[in-house]
């Protein structure tokens, strides 16, 4: 029954690159039905489902995809979409522990893996970043909501709003109302619509009280790509990467290359990056006590 579900598998991978989602999706539950303990039949139908926006059989095919790899097995993917369904579904918590999982995992490849894991990272650390700053946002939301904090209910008015809207968009798809590309643009349009109304409540809000509703936010470019942490003392590499110092050089002891494009590395190479060190500097002055939490 195996070599039927391989079968079955690439019938499904001609139809996911010819976009033709539905039908991707449809083969690889086939195939699942012929042989359902190969990790890799639910991870490529967890793709085609994050392109139909159906997160919660996203989850679940993850989950079992990963039920299904060896013990210390290699599986970045399915950490990958795991984390983007939970982000979705509104998880940030869980969403960041997996987006951290899949981005070590890359980070570490076995040999065989290894071109299509650096590829990768880029993607991962910017999944990351977001799952990060979601999950500071929802704990900011929580805390002006403990103070009874008029703007944590209109940001909760908003992110309502905002979950509908996706919902909507995303009943649409699988009801087949609208394609692919409309959903696409939807959740994008629908994202965008929300995080322009949210910042421009928040400078509403900070123009009228500034001492209490301060911008709590992190610049990507202030954050470190190993440990994701605010840096203090960055570095700067051959190829233009900022890196924390003694994160990177903790790094540099068990694997002497750059960890975004793997090339050959050392501490010789290291030179302060002076100019976004004062950046920093001016960062840690002004920011307070929240940053270190973030």
Not at 67 to 80: C, L
Not at 132 to 142: L, S, V
Not at 178 to 184: D, K, T
Not at 209 to 221: F, G, I, S
Request: hydrophobic share 40%; charged share 30%; glycine share 4%.
């Amino acid at each position: 029954m195996a070599h039927l579900a391989d079968k079955l598998k690439q019938e499904g991978n001609h139809l996911f690159k010819a976009g033709d989602y539905i039908a991707a999706e449809e083969r690889y539950t086939a195939a699942i039905t012929k042989f359902s303990r190969n990790p890799l039949i639910f991870t490529n139908r967890a793709l085609a489902r994050i392109r139909l926006q159906r997160w919660q059989g996203v989850l679940e095919d993850c989950l079992k995809s990963l039920e299904y790899t060896p013990r210390d097995g290699f599986n970045f993917k399915s950490y990958f979409y795991l984390a983007q369904a939970q982000l979705a579904l509104h998880h940030p918590n869980e969403a960041l522990h997996s987006a951290l999982t899949a981005y070590n995992q890359a980070m570490h490849p076995p040999q065989a893996e290894a071109t299509k894991a650096i590829a990768a990272l880029p993607s991962l650390s910017e999944l990351v970043l977001k799952c990060k700053k979601e999950k500071f946002a929802a704990r900011e939301r929580e805390r002006r909501r403990k103070r009874g904090d008029i703007l944590a209910e209109l940001e909760e008015n908003l992110e309502t709003n905002k979950r509908n809207d996706l919902s909507d968009t995303e009943i649409a798809l699988s009801q087949q109302r609208i394609g692919v590309i409309e959903a696409q643009e939807r959740r994008a349009e629908i994202l965008e619509t929300h995080q322009g109304k949210l910042d421009e409540l928040h400078t509403v809000f900070a123009l009228a009280d500034p001492q209490n509703h301060q911008a709590r936010e992190v610049p990507d470019y202030l954050v470190d790509t190993i440990s994701f942490e605010i840096m203090h003392d960055p570095v700067i590499t051959r190829t233009g990467h900022s890196y924390e110092r003694a994160t990177l050089l903790e790094y540099l002891k068990n694997s002497p290359v750059d960890p975004l494009t793997r090339e050959p590395l050392t501490a010789k190479d290291l030179r302060p990056n002076v100019a976004l060190r004062q950046v920093l500097e001016e960062f840690w002055k002004t920011a307070g006590n929240w940053a270190i939490d973030w």
